[in-house]
């Protein structure tokens, strides 16, 4: 988040209306709240704990505990790129390779645009069809450099159409 953004705590209202202000709902509003926002920035944090009467050290020791959540702001678009062992004997590596010189970015790190963040995991489950990539919760199999090139394409494609739609 840029210093320029500000966050709009108000949307924190429907989430505590949702689950309350007790200490134990602290999970159920963290994934909320994520939701809303995408990610957990520290002034959602701060309110959170502000309303659960929960030090901050603790909402922070549950958020960094979980890998479901997020402290910093993601893609639009989220590629998942398996690296577990059948998906790497079957060029995972490549794939990730062809992601990062294509998005500009490594593996981890979200484009300056905010178009795109790129992970890489260690087993989705879909060995069968490895190698696998996991696009906004879409799994694709069998998949190679070229394909991810078209899906990329694709994936901007479909920016640049509801650009135009909301002109």
Do not use: W
Request: glycine share 10%; with cysteine; charged share 20%.
């Amino acid at each position: 988040m840029s210093e320029q953004e500000t966050v709009d705590l108000s949307k924190l209202g429907a989430v505590f209306q949702e689950y309350g202000e007790e200490k134990g709902a602290l999970i159920p509003v963290l994934q909320a709240a994520q939701g809303v926002y995408g990610y957990l920035p520290r002034e959602v944090l701060q309110e959170i704990g502000r309303c659960l009467k929960a030090p901050l050290s603790q909402v922070y020791g549950v958020v960094t505990f979980y890998g479901q959540f997020y402290l910093e702001r993601r893609g639009r678009n989220i590629i998942r790129c398996c690296d577990g062992t059948a998906c790497h004997v079957r060029g995972a590596v490549n794939i990730i390779h062809a992601l990062e010189e294509r998005l500009g970015i490594k593996a981890g790190q979200t484009t300056p645009d905010y178009g795109f963040t790129l992970e890489v995991v260690y087993c989705l489950g879909s060995c069968a069809l490895a190698p696998v990539v996991v696009v906004n919760d879409h799994i694709i199999g069998h998949m190679t450099p070229e394909r991810m090139s078209e899906v990329i394409d694709h994936l901007l494609a479909q920016e640049l159409e509801g650009q135009l739609e909301g002109a």
